[in-house]
């Protein structure tokens, strides 16, 4: 069954004519009473404003990561052991003493 939607958005005037299959009324429906019975343009704009939101933060989160990369500030350490994470004091102490021997202290 083929299910029809009319909405109106009066700030820009776009009229949507969109055509549903079950699931997706299903879905339309759902969501109208999770957010409080709002009429089907307000679920619709909800809705589009939530996944423009979560793409915009996903291409942000990427550029970022890119731009660290970039930096050297991700991936910096050459050859490190995969417990770094866990025991980085020891190797970052271990790494000092070698640069700066003059300041090894007494173990």
């Known amino acids: 069954m083929t299910n029809y939607f009319y909405g109106y958005d009066s700030m820009s005037g776009l009229r949507i004519n969109a055509r549903l299959d079950d699931e997706s009324t299903g879905d339309l429906q759902f969501l109208r009473k999770i957010l409080g019975d709002k009429s089907i343009t307000e679920v619709l704009k909800y809705s589009l404003q939530q996944v423009a939101q979560d793409f915009r933060d996903k291409a942000r989160a990427k550029r970022q990561k890119q731009l660290w990369m970039e930096s050297g ?35």
């Open 73 to 107: 500030l991700i991936g910096c350490i050459q050859d490190a052991p995969e417990n770094l994470s866990v025991n980085y004091k020891k190797y970052v102490a271990g790494y000092l003493d070698g640069k700066y021997p003059q300041h090894v202290s007494e173990k």
